[in-house]
């Protein structure tokens, strides 16, 4: 399936349809919504999306910027009814690659239980024991990219 995978500027309308997504899949399930507060922290994050050829939006992920060149990757987001299709993968590795070029050593990120297998399939390591987040188990996860 061909796709465009593209950083995008905060608070533009693609960011504004990244964040309903980010809700609907993300959020929602949980019963949680996002804070002014934290949508202003994301001002200084790099946001990456993946688009269809039809220009509809079919998923999205955000990295932040720790010190020591390494990188955070959050809210990694696929529409549900385009999950498996290897869109996810496509926009994790879009996003590696950009990183390698900023000088980014590792990405880290704390992943949901269930998303760990996918993560592990790029080449990501659990890091220590479960905990819980936002209420349900994750794993932190690192990956060392190859410079």
Not at 57 to 66: D, S
Not at 130 to 138: D, K, N
């Amino acid at each position: 399936m061909p796709m465009l995978f593209s950083t995008i500027d905060y608070a533009s309308p693609e960011y504004d349809e990244c964040l309903a997504l980010r809700y609907r899949v993300l959020r929602a399930p949980l019963g949680l919504d996002y804070t002014e507060a934290q949508i202003a922290e994301e001002w200084e994050h790099h946001h990456f999306a993946a688009f269809l050829e039809s220009g509809e939006l079919a998923a999205y992920l955000m990295l932040e910027m720790l010190p020591q060149r390494v990188a955070k990757m959050r809210q990694v987001a696929v529409k549900p009814e385009l999950q498996s299709m290897g869109i996810g993968s496509g926009l994790v590795r879009f996003s590696e690659e950009w990183s390698q070029q900023q000088g980014v050593l590792s990405i880290v990120m704390h992943a949901r239980k269930e998303a760990v297998p996918f993560y592990e399939r790029l080449g990501y390591h659990v890091r220590g024991k479960e905990f819980l987040e936002v209420g349900i188990p994750h794993f932190k996860m690192e990956k060392t990219l190859n410079q």
